[in-house]
């Protein structure tokens, strides 16, 4: 299972960006889509989280200013970003939890996760 991620840049404060992120591999079903930061000398910390039920989970620094939302059929989620602050300045990365796949004749593999390489996003003051 891969992860492309696109859509990161630099952008003014009080701008926006939409983050997509694909994955590939065979996959039949994906329990959980995501996306995490981590900003210089900071630890890595959950931006926002779906599940295959829809349901929505968001850091609070971000709440109300940020919307993810998924497209299980071509297995991609999305992240709105408005209203972007220099603070959310980061490397943002997909995360994707709980795989099911299959690449014949191999029998049906359950991975926990997966995580995308990051893109950089820049908010500029």
């Known amino acids: 299972v891969q992860l492309q991620a696109f859509g990161g840049g630099l952008v003014q404060a009080g701008g926006f960006l939409r983050l997509s992120c694909v994955a590939s591999?065979?996959?039949?079903?994906?329990?959980?889509m995501g996306w995490y930061r981590q900003a210089p000398g900071k630890e890595r910390e959950l931006v926002a989280i779906i599940t295959s039920y829809g349901e929505t989970h968001y850091a609070s620094a971000v709440k109300g200013r940020f919307t993810i939302s998924s497209d299980d059929a071509k297995n991609t989620v999305y992240l709105q970003m408005n209203s972007l602050k220099p603070e959310d300045t980061a490397v943002y990365y997909c995360?994707?939890?709980?795989?099911?796949?299959?690449?014949?004749?191999?029998?049906?593999?359950?991975?926990?996760?997966?995580w995308g390489r990051g893109t950089q996003v820049t908010v500029s003051s």
């Open positions: 995360n994707v939890q709980g795989v099911r796949s299959r690449q014949p004749p191999a029998p049906l593999q359950w991975d926990p996760e997966f």
């Open positions: 591999g065979n996959i039949i079903s994906i329990e959980k």
